[in-house]
């Protein structure tokens, strides 16, 4: 069997300065990958691909200004001579649950849902040029159920379920593949800042989420999207992996209530 291998290709990440972006990053890269890793957050983004070597160079790019994601494909094929990734992984998590105002609503789905459409159809001429492509769009547990965490967040990767269906039927003769991955909690930019950066209390509480009784780390996520970049995921487009620990696999008895101390409080017989 080969060996999985990216060598000869080259990728665009967005967010690549977040926990999970930077780790994308570095796992195409290990790969034999090329990568231009594009976040608007230059200090931490700079880092990244400083720390990568010679295949990464950082991109200062706003994904919602069109001329900024002009100038991010240019960028890759001028570094790289062209494009065979995308991985559409910035997001935003502002959010006010159904309080959210109007101007709140289509700045969050213009990050989360519209950028990553948009960077699609500039980067697929250039992997059809190529002989195909793929592309990676980060959806979440939080657009399959529901939270009280993210109420607009969880929306917009909904839409990006849906999205990623219809992108995968129309680049199909392309030669591209579209896909999208389904993190579960996962220790990530958020649950960083929301734990205090306290890891060992975050695994404590959400391990009853996830079968593994803790949760993810941005490198396991980073590999599947690996996965889906090469060849070895050859025959699969149009479909969402869940990276969850098995978060969208249990019910509700999973969490601080299990199966058998209810069946030991029921009477016998």
Not at 96 to 124: K, P, Y
Not at 137 to 163: C, D, E, P, W
Request: aromatic share 6%; hydrophobic share 45%.
């Amino acid at each position: 069997m080969d060996s999985l291998n990216l060598n000869d290709k080259a990728a665009i990440v967005t967010g690549g300065a977040t926990l999970i972006g930077a780790k994308v990053v570095e796992a195409l890269e290990a790969a034999g990958a090329s990568v231009v890793s594009a976040d608007i957050n230059a200090e931490d983004g700079a880092k990244v691909a400083d720390a990568l070597g010679d295949r990464v160079v950082f991109s200062h790019t706003d994904v919602t200004d069109d001329a900024q994601l002009d100038s991010l494909v240019q960028q890759c094929v001028d570094s790289f001579g062209g494009i065979d990734i995308l991985v559409n992984a910035a997001a935003t998590y502002e959010d006010d649950g159904m309080d959210t105002t109007r101007a709140g609503w289509l700045a969050a789905l213009d990050v989360n849902l519209v950028s990553g459409v948009l960077l699609t159809n500039r980067v697929a001429p250039h992997m059809a040029a190529r002989g195909g492509g793929s592309v990676i769009n980060f959806a979440s547990i939080a657009g399959k159920r529901a939270t009280n965490l993210f109420f607009v967040y969880g929306v917009s990767k909904a839409a990006i379920l849906g999205v990623t269906r219809n992108e995968a039927v129309k680049l199909a003769d392309d030669g591209i593949r579209v896909n999208s991955v389904s993190p579960g909690w996962t220790w990530s930019n958020p649950i960083q800042a929301m734990s205090g950066d306290d890891r060992a209390m975050v695994d404590e509480m959400a391990g009853n989420f996830h079968l593994p009784r803790r949760i993810a780390d941005p490198e396991e996520v980073a590999k599947v999207v690996v996965f889906l970049a090469s060849d070895w995921s050859s025959f699969i487009t149009g479909e969402d992996i869940a990276i969850d620990g098995g978060y969208t696999a249990i019910g509700p008895e999973q969490m601080g209530q299990p199966l058998e101390a209810f069946l030991a409080a029921a009477p016998e017989g």
